[in-house]
């Protein structure tokens, strides 16, 4: 399974282990999010993200940190909709946003191999065209 932190505590973990951040925007009455969600937890997902990203789950429907937070935190990566991924670098810097989740777990390993190929260089504006996390401006 996945081991799911608080932001701050999953930033902590990442400086130390080297490993980038997942955050995963969802909400309760989210029809795609549970597909996106199943294919997650399938095999082929979970053997590739489990080991190697540290997860904050943010319910935008539930403030369990506070507005506040949560609004900074949606700000800051570009909430549209749910749901949403946005990937750090283990020094806490933006490194993509993928809107929409992915329609087949071959997606999923796509976005993988590029964060993990990536997980050094942050982003420096926006995804270009063609990039596996989307266009950030879209």
Not at 16 to 27: D, E, I, R
Not at 111 to 118: G, I, M
Request: include cysteine; hydrophobic fraction near 35%; proline fraction near 7%.
């Amino acid at each position: 399974g996945y081991a799911v932190s608080e932001y701050e505590t999953a930033i902590a973990d990442a400086r130390n282990s080297g490993k980038p951040v997942m955050l995963y925007f969802t909400q309760h009455n989210c029809r795609y999010c549970r597909i996106v969600e199943g294919y997650l937890g399938g095999e082929t997902l979970r053997s590739a993200y489990a080991p190697s990203y540290h997860f904050v789950v943010i319910d935008v429907t539930r403030n369990v940190r506070g507005e506040a937070f949560q609004q900074q935190l949606m700000k800051r990566f570009r909430y549209r909709a749910t749901p949403m991924f946005a990937f750090l670098t283990p020094e806490g810097r933006h490194l993509c946003t993928s809107y929409g989740g992915f329609n087949h777990p071959e997606d999923g390993l796509a976005l993988h191999r590029y964060v993990q190929a990536n997980k050094s260089v942050p982003l420096a504006r926006d995804n270009p065209p063609g990039h596996p996390c989307g266009r950030a401006d879209a």
